[in-house]
């Protein structure tokens, strides 16, 4: 993964902050050039794939906000995700959405998994069918 400018934020936020030895990002929507790729329920309008999809992207701009936050040769490690899913009430395939996010993380950093929560919710900033927060322990390289 590259290196990149942390995400512009959408309101009045810091899109990461370190803390000692932790970065914790912002609520992470899937945006491109600061638009909402999509918007929906997933179980209604988005597929389980696609919201997979949709959920790689809000957590690649996450790692994009951490990487911007520390020093390239830093140690990553994923500590905790958590991912919010605009669904139907009778969703329950909370767990493979958030999956797809898992293994893009075990890609990424040392090549651990995080502790995660995803959880259904009824609405998201902007009609966005799924938001992240990342949480991550940087070190020296």
Known sequence: MSRGVSPVPAGAYASAVQVG?????????????????????????IS????GELTVLAVERAITAVDASCAASARRRPVQLTVWLRTTDDFDEHTRVADSASALLARWG???????????????????PV????????GDG
């Open 21 to 45: 030895r932790l970065v914790v990002t912002a609520g992470m929507t899937p945006r491109r050039d600061g638009r909402l790729v999509e918007t929906g329920v997933v179980g209604r309008d």
């Open 110 to 128: 040392d090549g651990t998994l995080p502790a995660r929560a995803a959880v259904g919710v009824t609405s998201l900033p902007g009609g966005a």
């Open 131 to 138: 938001e992240i927060v990342l949480v991550a322990e940087v």
């Open 48 to 51: 389980v794939d696609r919201a």
